[in-house]
């Protein structure tokens, strides 16, 4: 007899799981998120920050669907920071800063202000399923509860293995048990399980500091918020503090490898390379004399300080040693230590691109447990899950966003065609189409399939559509207004730095000349392109559409071309082994990751342009016989 | 089964010593085995075994065959492959051919062994290319050059080309995706747009030998001209070695050009005899001038042939100065009394070549005019560079040049390191259509293991 049913269960109550059952229960699906300690939802187990570079489109995008982690970030935000102002718009990002206790609050008041939503503290054990499908889970207390779905986002809890020092202890956060009977329970139902790790930094207490010693950063003045839809109120802001190690502090470290999990191979996870520990950078760039060190504030209620750039595994007393050569920390006091921590997670070529497990119908993983790493990773994640549990409960197909469409569909084709073998961050860099996948238009990618699957409020579409229709009326009015070859224009045009006139041009080229804004040629109409008229979002999209102009046009054609292999589906029922000119490599890979589009296959590590022409003839192959077994339907 | 076993005569047809039946497949033992009943069941790969091949179907003998097994992937298709050494001879090797497919063997198709080899990665793109040149070249040059690309001469080229891009690449993608990173450090600007103005050039310099890779395989277009009735058809024939074109002493004799193929040093040319130009009334003869004017702009080479026993004249001025690549002159009829001396030449031509055709003694001059010309005229690649002759090389490395030209511009423009970045990306997207392609993790790899990166 089960305790209660449910449409779906999520199990975990990080980043991923806050996202994804938000989403169920939006989309009317009775749903009950289950977690080992109700005040740890939505904990920001490492610094104290969402957004970032590549981050914070994620963020956006989450936002434009109807996603909740930009709008609790905002509610949190103590600092804001616009990044890489000095590169082009498509790589602007923005970072906020968070009341690490302020963000847990919000987040939890809002799913518990959430229809359809259950939250219970309970730690699941296993999992039940009927053949190959997924019925719901029993918890430690010997509870069993029915679901027609199960998302699981476990973040680092599954078989989570602390490590300070050569002292290590079992756990998924320091504090936290870990949750060992789930990783039991997944790898019982044939799912292959690998071992990853991560490491955060020791926590300080903020009263122990020499600020007078740091340089401080501090919040934009006119921040721009990660929401496109909420108007937060401005919390107080807080600035950041810069400090660096020095030759005492590496000298220190360097005498201490031996007792580093890391160094003595004790920890045989793989961590992540774009995030290593400070003895890691230590070791492996000799030739650094020193390594910035950010101070962030954890909270407006609280001294404790996050030390960003100083994740570490060694013993404390060490921590202490290294933490004290630099002079502003000369007296510092540790409030926690810092630690690695390894886990297992599933490596995520075992999903369909729904986010679903291949094996086992309404079995979605999101977040930390498909071996990515980061907040923002694991809501889009968790976003995409929840939807696409929730469309599988009702039959429809799931939502896949293309990879030239939103960062969310980099991260998961890039997941769940090549894998991963380290904790997976996104960078710009991932992305072919980063030109026409920015900030500043995640909306405009995204919100109309948000309002369509029901995610997003009909008043925030509305205001989507607003909006577009004010950046089109704003680009109307730059393609008809001209600047004629005048004198009076030309001495103008000198005085704002914006080059010559040899004929006469609209106001749209003019805005694509590098320099310049809206604001400069502001002065040739300071009526109808007056600042009260347009707000700074629609002049931020319109003056990147025109700086980006003849690339996007590129970029996009580029998207279309490959389009065609992404629309090309592959039927399940193509046996590669009967595919003629692949090789075995090619064939062992392909029969592994089942892709579900020729431009999926296309990307798999390992399949050559070679390959690929040998499945799309086989493909035709297949269409041709399979159109002729047809029976005759006499139309 | 993925594939099936084919099989095909792989020694030309004809009479020989020797002629070879290649099988390859996963059938391919068993399939021998029904010929070779004394064949081991499991022959050593690589080593030949004298055994009688009698037919699977009433146990005739056939022959006495040295029998060698190549097993995957050791092949060259990467799949087991056996060959059938037999005595040659077209009938007979047709009818163990027929005994082979009796046995379970499908007619291979054109090229299909060279296919399944690339297509179990046993080649390259480049390198399945330079088989069907190898295959198909007419001359020992350009066997050269296939042989060349075969080895991965241009395979190494092209990867060098490309390890320089990506090293480009990675430094714009750090400054992108890592700027607030304390040690990642600005692009400078100076560097990186001499970094890409070289590989350019190094693209350029690939290119450049299109031209000359291209008279390797398909010969050099080589024009003979001059006004009527001077001896361009005897000059024809006499480097042909053959009375391939009408003469006589009629002005006017060749009306149509006549082409053919001259093999020397290694070299293929190909002779095209044009009709004289003149003045006329004569309407064919006419159209016949024109056809001379349009092979003589599309020549790589030109004989210019002159009669020593006319005056030379303002026409014959004319049609010298009008031809702009390197030209052989030859003076001929010097056996007749003669009306005027041989004009000065411009740099680019070789000669005067004073003579009289219709002398069996003008070949050797002939000749070593020929390849002197050939050789001034820079007509080959180098023997030190690496040459394509393939318009997919040509293509794909024109858009790489095109690309990094532009990703040159928006550096020294001061232009977004993501607009650089969007140019480089194509340009390493050509360069892989060439030798395989570029994917996110291999420049993230570059950056993590340059850079002290990590908060």
């Known amino acids: 007899m089960s305790e209660k049913r449910y449409n779906a269960i999520v199990i975990g109550g990080g980043h991923a799981g806050c996202e994804a059952a938000h989403a169920l229960a939006r989309l009317g699906i009775s749903t009950c998120l289950m977690t080992m300690n109700l005040d740890t939802i939505a904990q920001m187990s490492c610094n104290p920050a969402i957004g970032g570079l590549a981050k914070s489109q994620l963020v956006r995008e989450v936002d434009a669907m109807g996603g909740i982690i930009a709008q609790v970030a905002d509610l949190a935000a103590i600092q804001y920071r616009r990044l890489n102002t000095s590169k082009g718009p498509a790589v602007w990002a923005t970072r906020c800063q968070c009341d690490m206790a302020i963000y847990r609050q919000q987040m939890q008041r809002l799913l518990f202000g959430t229809p359809n939503l259950d939250l219970k503290q309970r730690q699941v054990a296993s999992l039940i399923v009927r053949g190959s499908r997924v019925a719901g889970v029993t918890t430690t207390l010997g509870e069993t509860f029915d679901a027609d779905v199960v998302v699981i986002t476990t973040g680092t809890f599954l078989g989570g293995l602390c490590h300070i020092g050569l002292n290590r202890f079992q756990a998924g956060r320091a504090g936290e048990s870990a949750s060992l009977e789930l990783s039991q329970s997944l790898a019982s139902l044939g799912l292959t399980l690998g071992r990853l790790k991560t490491g955060t930094t020791p926590r300080l207490d903020g009263r122990t500091i020499r600020w007078e010693l740091t340089e401080e950063q501090p919040s934009d003045p006119d921040p721009r918020r990660l929401s496109h839809f909420h108007q937060a109120p401005l919390l107080p802001q807080r600035s950041c503090f810069i400090t660096y190690t020095n030759e005492e502090t590496h000298e220190v470290i360097r005498q201490n490898l031996a007792e580093s999990p890391l160094f003595s191979g004790v920890i045989q996870g793989v961590g992540p390379r774009y995030c290593p520990s400070i003895e890691d950078k230590v070791f492996r760039f000799p030739d650094k004399d020193r390594h910035q060190v950010f101070l962030e504030p954890q909270g407006l209620d609280t001294p404790e300080v996050y030390p960003n750039g100083l994740s570490t595994s060694l013993p404390l007393r060490v921590q202490l040693a290294y933490l004290r050569s630099i002079p502003a920390l000369q007296q510092v006091e540790i409030t926690r230590p810092g630690y690695a921590v390894e886990y297992d997670f599933v490596p995520p070529t075992q999903l369909f691109p729904s986010l679903q497990v291949k094996t086992f119908e309404g079995l979605y993983l999101a977040g930390q447990i498909n071996g990515t790493s980061g907040y923002e990773e694991a809501a889009a994640q968790g976003l995409m899950a929840g939807i696409n549990a929730a469309r599988w409960l009702e039959q429809r197909t799931p939502i896949v966003l293309r990879r030239d469409q939103a960062y969310i569909g980099v991260l998961i084709d890039d997941l769940v065609t090549r894998g991963t073998r380290e904790p997976y961050r996104m960078f710009t860099s991932r992305a072919e189409f980063r030109l026409l996948l920015r900030e500043d238009n995640a909306d405009s990618r995204l919100s109309r399939i948000g309002f369509e699957i029901g995610l997003l409020p009909e008043h925030h579409y509305r205001q989507y559509c607003r909006k577009q229709e004010q950046i089109e009326a704003l680009t109307e009015l730059l393609r008809s207004r001209h600047i004629t070859t005048t004198p009076e224009n030309e001495t103008l045009l000198a005085s704002l730095a914006l080059g010559g006139l040899s004929r006469c041009i609209t106001l749209q080229e003019l805005l694509s000349r590098p320099g310049s804004s809206l604001d400069k040629i502001a002065s040739f109409f300071p009526e109808e392109l007056s600042p009260d008229r347009w707000p700074p979002q629609v002049v931020e999209a319109v003056t990147t559409q025109a700086h980006y102009a003849g690339y996007i046009e590129r970029q996009r054609r580029q998207a279309e071309r490959l389009q065609q292999l992404e629309e090309t589906p592959i039927p399940d029922r193509i046996c590669y082994a009967q595919v003629a000119g692949l090789s075995r490599e090619a064939r062992d890979k392909l029969e592994y990751i089942r892709p579900q589009t020729l431009g999926q296959a296309s990307r798999i590590a390992g399949i050559t342009p070679a390959a690929l022409t040998a499945v799309m003839i086989h493909l035709a192959k297949d269409r041709r016989t399979h159109s002729q077994a047809l029976p005759p339907t006499g139309r | ?455």
Not at chain 2, 22 to 36: D, N
């Open chain 2, 1 to 455: 089964m993925a594939f099936d076993t084919i099989a095909a005569i792989a020694t030309p047809t004809g009479t020989g010593g020797i002629g070879i039946i290649r099988i390859s497949g996963p059938e391919a033992l068993p399939i021998t085995r029904r010929l070779a009943r004394r064949l081991p069941l499991s022959p050593p790969s690589h080593h030949m075994l004298l055994v009688p091949l009698h037919s699977p179907q009433d146990g005739s003998y056939l022959d006495q065959a040295l029998v060698v097994a190549m097993l995957q992937p050791h092949s060259y298709t990467g799949e087991d492959v056996v060959e059938l050494h037999c005595h040659g001879g077209p009938v007979h090797l047709s009818s163990v051919l027929r005994a082979v497919l009796a046995a379970g063997a499908r007619p291979a198709e054109p090229g299909e062994f060279t296919r399944r080899a690339f297509l179990n990665g046993r080649l390259d793109l480049l390198q399945a290319e330079a088989i069907e040149e190898l295959i198909e070249a007419r001359s020992e040059r350009a066997c050269q050059l296939a042989r060349d690309h075969l080895e991965g001469h241009l395979s190494a080229t092209v990867q060098e080309i490309r390890e320089h891009l990506l090293e480009a690449l990675t430094l714009v993608e750090a400054s992108l995706d890592f700027s607030l990173e304390e040690h990642v450090y600005a692009v400078d600007r100076d560097a990186l747009a001499s970094a890409l103005t070289r590989a350019r050039q190094e693209i350029d310099a690939v290119l450049s030998t299109y031209d000359q890779g291209k008279r390797l395989t398909e010969g050099i277009r080589c024009a003979i001209a001059g006004r009527p009735n001077s001896g361009k058809s005897t000059l024809f024939n006499r480097l042909l070695q053959v009375e391939r074109a009408i003469t006589s002493p009629t002005p006017g004799t060749t009306r149509d050009y006549l082409d053919a193929q001259l093999l020397l040093d290694g070299q293929l040319y190909w002779l095209v005899d044009t009709a004289g130009i003149g003045d006329t009334q004569d309407s064919i003869e006419a159209e016949g001038i024109r056809r001379s004017r349009q092979i003589l702009a599309g020549a790589d080479l030109v004989f210019l042939v002159a009669d020593s026993s006319r005056p030379w004249g303002s026409a014959d001025r004319d049609l010298l100065e009008q031809i702009a690549t390197v030209g052989v002159f030859v003076w001929n009829k010097v056996d007749l009394p003669s009306r005027s001396v041989p004009p000065p030449l411009p740099e680019h031509w070789c000669g005067p070549l004073c003579l009289s055709l219709i002398q069996p003694d003008s070949l050797a001059p002939l000749q070593a005019a020929l390849i002197e010309a050939t050789g001034k005229g820079g007509l080959l690649p180098s023997t030190e560079s690496v040459a394509i002759c393939r318009e997919r090389h040509r293509d794909a490395l024109q858009r790489a040049s095109a690309n990094l030209g532009q990703a040159t511009i928006s550096t020294s423009e001061g232009k977004g390191e993501e607009l650089i970045a969007c140019d480089l990306r194509l340009a390493l997207e050509a360069i892989g259509e060439l030798s395989g392609l570029v994917t996110p993790d291999e420049v993230l790899g570059r950056i993590f293991s340059r850079f002290c990166i990590g908060k």
